[in-house]
């Protein structure tokens, strides 16, 4: 139960910050809430005085409240949808503002949170947490207000024809609603359990489409149905024994609610008979009795609905709450138009906080001073990529620091950081949308000449010719639609658009056949000119024009040099070099 309560007022809070500061939406639950009051009010008082009317021959005053009722109806007929109209004007507003700022928190969340969670299963929550926040807000006010009212407001009034029937229709209500409040509770681990089948099935679905070129090369389609086959049957199955209880918990709701009826209508014969109460009161009585038992019907499946809904915002709580490991510094330093010095000091750097001994750097130090071309070499999870993602500040260090122009880059803005670093990932990212776009990521508001010259430093202007639609060709997921070296020129194209002091190119080349990959590099004095840069090549004839050249092995900096210098100490760069022109000539 306790649990239970912690989620609404988490989910309500929340709902109360942003739906609730709306005047729009405010005005909207008032005017609905004072309409469905004086509906309550009004019509029970209409039907009992046309009733008393009747029962005294009075048929002038009996056409009058006949009149009287159809014109309120009439009125709040009217009403009613401009009174959901403007609610809804104010309920679009907060919408999309709460996307927004939902969206902005999981934009800006530690790096390591998307390694950890599937993309299908975090875009499942953005929706959810808009469109059952907004639901919640309507339902509330349009169904859920108005079922409490049905059931409040008659009790009230019941109290006041008569005391006895009040408090033993107030003690029965109560009963019903503690019932209504203990079901949906024993529900409530169907409903958990749901919310992580769904979370995890969106998820598997969306890797599946996703990886979809593994799945048919390799001819597992059969596997991969099976298994959303065997998923879906978990969910169903699922659904089969919730829906067993929640037969059971009806039937029972019903044999109360029965029992409910037939006490309140004996006692109204009673009171009655025994004079306490005349015809007026009477009829009031169980016009407003059946109110009270149509909403404790309402109420069983309003809160049912109402805790589905609950239960589908409560992913999205994962993200607002959440405290990010990598945060901006409460009052950053000014970090704009830096030199680009970079010093790595004393760095210790690990992936598992809990395992110090799966550490992938430990003390490591270098300086790369200003306009230094620097070349990083090393085997297949040496730490190359992780080096410059610790530069990039995707990921913390735990011991030591990284200074840019001598300032610690965790007292800087990360976004600041990293518009100074122009970054070309080991795996190219693309969007979905066409080449120029993509190209201008970088800078949005570049001009048609600087894109040109982007693309041309990147060698892409060839190929990118050659498409149906030029720079207009969209890309596909991720690029899909490019070939390997080609997405990797858009992503070069991308950096050099950003024209900042500091590059970081891992693996930028891997992808392209030797003779590009030479164009390429050729086009590193223009694209590097001014510029620190730090370039990851497993090719080493990438990086022979480089000013210095490291080896990393196991996160330890094991032979620092130029290209020349290395080959003549005769180590390990010069027999990797060995080992590729031997490969290269035969
Ligand atoms: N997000 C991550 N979570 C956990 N471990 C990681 C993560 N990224 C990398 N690692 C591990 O850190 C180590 C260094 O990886 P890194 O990607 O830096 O290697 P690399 O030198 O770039 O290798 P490659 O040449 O294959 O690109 C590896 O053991 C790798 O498994
Ligand atoms: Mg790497």
Redesign the pocket.
Known sequence: MVRNFKKYAMVYTHLWASYGASWRVRTSYCLQIIGRICKLIFLPIAVSLIIARLSVLDFEGAYQAVFLFVAFSLTLGVLSPVIKYVGMLGENEVYRDSIGSYFSRLITTDI?YF?SNLAGYLTTATRQYGDSGVQLVRSLRDRYANTVLSILFPLVVILWVDVVIGFIALALSLVQVVYVLWASYLISPFRTQSRELYKRNSGKIADVISNILAVRSVAKEDVYIQRVRQDASDEAELFTKRYHLQAKLIALREFITVVFFLILLWLVVERMHGGAIGITGAVLVMTYTTTILAGIYSLSDDFDEHDDLVDKMIPAFEILNRNNKITDPASPVPFEHVRGEIQIRDVSFT??EKRNDLN?FNNFSLHIPQGQKLGVV??????????TKILLRFNDVIAGGVLIDGIDIREVKQTDLRRQIAYVP?EPILFHTSIKENILLSRPDASDEDLHNALKAAHAMQFVERLPDGIDSIVGERGVKLSGGQKQRIAIARAVLQNSPIIIL??ATSALDSQSEQIIKDSFAEILKGKTAIV?A?RLSTLSDMDRIIV?EDGKLIEDGTHESLLEKNGIYAAMWKRQLRHEGE
Not at 378 to 387: E, P, V
């Open positions: 390591e390694h992936y598992h992938v090393g085997l297949s999870g040496a730490g190359k990529s992780t080096l080991q891992d693996e990851v497993h990393i």
